[in-house]
């Protein structure tokens, strides 16, 4: 399944500006960053939480899906 789900983790394909949640400075996420999907809207958007190397949220965007990879973290079965 490649559909982005809910809670899946994911990567930007490209930059993006965003909010800082604390210091409502703009901030650039770079193309690589990671975060995790909160909220589907139907699949043409998607809210991204975005964390620290301890898990504090500094950003949450809404982010379309051809800006983002979903990463996959387990091998799929080959059937033969």
Same mark, same amino acid.
């Given at each position: ?25 703009? @901030?650039?996420?770079?193309?690589? !960053?990671?975060? &995790?999907?909160? $909220? ?6 998607? +809210? @991204?939480?975005?964390?620290?190397? !301890?898990?504090? &949220?500094?950003? $949450? ?6 800006? +983002? ?12």
């Amino acid at each position: 399944m490649n559909e982005i789900q809910e809670y899946d983790l994911v990567a930007l394909t490209e930059d993006a500006i965003a909010t800082h949640k604390v210091t409502h400075q703009k @901030i650039l996420l770079r193309r690589g !960053q990671m975060g &995790t999907v909160l $909220m589907s809207f139907d699949h043409k958007a998607f +809210l @991204i939480d975005f964390t620290d190397q !301890q898990g504090k &949220t500094f950003a $949450m965007e809404t982010i379309e899906p051809v800006k +983002l990879l979903r990463l996959i973290t387990e091998p799929e079965l080959v059937l033969s």
